[in-house]
């Protein structure tokens, strides 16, 4: 028993907490933890395979009720013509590309086949995968979750071990609610201070990727912590987290704490009544221990970080919005210019937007809606430039319908169209032409990313609805009344 | 699963740009697929190929039309991005059976390691080595956990589990499986989340 007492007083990371709770075999020197998984998010590109896979064996799904589809990625996001405003409108959209048709319609047989739930178009809580586990309470603090998508780090937001996997995984957490895991290191990155008006969690993710690098944090799982992080709303945090794939780390994370208790509370999958007391006690002790050691740590102060834009063709090539280009450091940044067709020492402003893109797992949320409308409302975007609204779901649309968001960004001459992926991974029609540059909420600027030739230029709802009315890069802290720039460009 | 002899010997294919992401090795446009095989024309296809479909003359590619090249050395970062096992399967399909880097990122480590792709991670100095010597045979050995070219040999790490499963071309999902038991001991005791019931 002393052994015992002595580990219970041992200090513990957050991410040790969690993996504790879930450990169903220990790893060892020559095997892997078996790791149990509490939710699984699937969706229609990274599942077919695995679905095969049970299939030949004669496998069943093992938890179907831990297990639930929806389809987000090659969707198209077209208007629908019979839309009303503020209302679900049930209509199955014609998918013209018969491939992407194809992956929607295995992704049904599939669901229909092995039991699963599928959020269809005809459902109200159909949206991106990353927005309607938190939006539905399936993700919640203290627990293990899993997706077919590099960004499931985001519903690390609510103290939980959320990550990203492939399509055999897929098959084995399917098969058995359960995965072969290494334990990742822990990373601390510590933000002091406050984030200044006009600067969003975004912006703060920018530029913790610029400063530890694209693989700054890889086989690590990041804890963000400290006043700027908790002073975040959920849905700020789920920003956050979102993008820590984006640094290498195998996870994100933030522990629970009042905030996101009273996010969940509520929801359809949340615990109610009696559970829902119990649930809170648990979820409370899900904080890292005041005296523990991480493997690493960094520590930044958040009130020196000014609105950020990428210059080149990874989320770690960022700077602030109003910044010069830097001079090449190495191979890689001479040739992110040469793509981009960026010269050191030339502002950004220097170039035309043609394309604005206001969505993703990132940033297509509510609060993200309403930050880009406060600088769209009253004006009209620039001259030739597009700009695409995707909420992130059929539940952000209505909101932002109700709010009248809709008309904000459609009097200014944006699209609203449905929920989706659509130009973030521009799989489903939805894309940048070749040589286009454009200013996108998404979270990759690599080459091709949104469509082939593209030129990607990841920034913030505030700072990328200030470049679809002024058709520059600026930092939208400069954008006067009268919406003109009121830097020189 | 594909089985993977404890000895490789191959000429390489070298892609020295660093931190080369999913979206490079296969683009997006590609995955609205329900197959996993058949990736091989889409690997790398906006380096190899023009926007009209032509084959680009001079890439490192070319190297593929003399003979089995079973090697790709590749720059700091490897595989960053994407969870998508589609990058794995489109350098699988294009006949790589190894992929040697400074830093290989994790989910694509993990994807590889299910499909029978070694990934090796070697130090700084060896891969500089290796760029030194494009041209040079390269020999690994799986089993020994050892990698020779060009005059020099360079140990690398690889945990038993995944030296296991790389040799021996087993499936991880019969391994798993084989923990029923204690998966379902797990459960009975409530889980991590006796909330949700």
């Known amino acids: 028993m002393t052994s015992a007492s002595n580990q219970d007083s041992t200090p513990r990371t957050l991410l040790d907490k969690l993996w504790e709770r879930h450990v169903v075999v220990p790893e060892s020197a020559h095997e892997p933890a078996v790791l149990a998984i509490d939710l699984h998010l699937v969706h229609e590109v990274t ?48 998918i013209e590309d018969a491939d992407a048709a194809r992956q929607v319609d295995t992704l049904r047989h599939n669901c229909k086949e092995f039991g699963i739930r599928l959020l269809d178009f005809d459902s109200q809580q159909r949206g991106i995968v990353h927005v309607i586990g938190p939006e539905l309470g399936l993700s919640q603090p203290g627990m293990t979750v899993v997706c077919g998508d590099s960004h499931t780090s985001t519903h690390g937001a609510f103290g939980s071990l959320a990550f990203g996997i492939g399509t055999t995984e897929v098959s084995h957490v399917l098969a058995t609610q359960c995965l072969l895991q290494r334990k990742p290191k822990s990373y601390a990155a510590d933000f002091s201070g406050q984030l200044s008006p006009g600067v969003s969690a975004k912006d703060l993710m920018l530029f913790f990727i610029s400063q530890i690098g694209i693989d ?54 949340a615990p109610s009544g009696a559970f829902w007391d119990s649930a809170v006690t648990n979820w409370k002790r899900l904080t890292s ?201 | 699963m594909n089985s993977q002899h404890a000895i490789i010997e191959s000429r390489a294919i070298h892609l020295p740009q660093t931190d080369i992401d999913t979206d490079q090795i296969i683009p997006g446009r590609f995955l609205t697929t329900v197959s996993d095989s058949g990736f091989g024309e889409m690997a790398f296809a906006d380096w190899r190929f023009s926007s009209t479909g032509q084959r680009r003359e001079g890439t490192p590619f070319d190297a593929l039309r003399d003979g089995d090249i079973s090697i790709l050395v590749a720059g700091h970062n490897f595989g960053c991005g994407s969870s998508r096992e589609h990058a794995v399967w489109a350098l699988r399909d294009l006949g790589i059976h190894v992929v040697i880097s400074s830093r290989i990122a994790d989910i694509f480590t993990s994807n590889a390691l299910k499909n029978g792709l070694a990934p090796i991670v070697v130090s700084r100095e060896f891969y500089q080595h290796l760029t030194e010597h494009p041209t040079d045979l390269i020999t690994i050995d799986l089993q020994a956990l050892q990698l020779n070219s060009a005059g020099r040999t360079e140990r690398f790490s690889l945990d038993a589990f995944s030296q296991r499963m790389l040799v021996e071309g087993r499936d991880q999902l019969d391994h798993l499986l084989s923990y029923e038991p204690a998966i379902s001991d797990y459960e009975s005791r409530g889980g991590a989340t006796p909330w949700t019931r």
């Open chain 1, 216 to 269: 700054g944090a890889t086989r690590h799982a990041i804890e963000y912590r400290g006043p700027a992080i908790t002073a975040f709303g959920m849905e700020d945090r789920m920003t956050i987290c979102n993008m820590s794939i984006e640094a290498g780390a195998r996870a994100g994370m933030i522990a629970p704490d009042e905030t996101t208790f009273a996010y969940v509370k509520g929801r359809p999958h």
């Open chain 1, 289 to 489: 221990d005041p005296d523990v050691t991480f493997d690493r740590s960094a520590q930044f102060d958040a009130s020196q970080i000014a609105p950020m834009i990428t210059w080149g063709t990874n989320p770690a090539m960022a700077m602030p919005a109003g910044g010069r280009v830097p001079q090449p450091q190495d191979d890689s940044w001479r040739r992110a210019l040469e793509y981009m067709g960026f010269t050191a020492g030339q502002r950004i402003s220097d170039h035309h937007v043609d394309v604005v893109f206001l969505g993703s797992c990132t940033n297509g949320r509510l609060s993200d809606l309403q930050a880009a409308a406060q600088v769209i409302e009253g004006r009209r975007l620039a001259n030739d430039v597009r700009m695409l609204v995707v909420p992130g779901s059929q539940e952000v649309k209505l909101q932002a319908e109700s709010r009248g968001l809709d008309r904000i960004f459609k009097s200014a001459g944006a699209e609203w169209r449905e929920p989706g992926c659509s130009m973030c991974i521009a799989m489903n029609g939805d894309r940048v032409q070749a040589g286009q540059l454009a200013v996108s909420t998404s979270n990759r600027n690599f080459e091709g990313r949104q469509g082939r030739g593209s030129r990607t230029l990841l920034a913030s709802p505030i700072t990328a609805a200030a470049a679809a009315v002024t058709g520059r890069v600026i930092d939208p802290r400069d954008l006067a009344v009268d919406g003109v720039a009121s830097v020189a460009v």
């Open chain 1, 47 to 94: 599942s077919p395979a695995a679905f095969s896979r049970l299939r030949q064996r004669g496998a069943k799904v093992r938890r179907p009720d831990r297990t639930i589809a929806t389809l987000d990625h090659s969707t198209p996001t077209t208007p629908v013509a019979k839309s009303s405003h503020g209302e679900f409108v049930n209509v199955f959209p014609v």
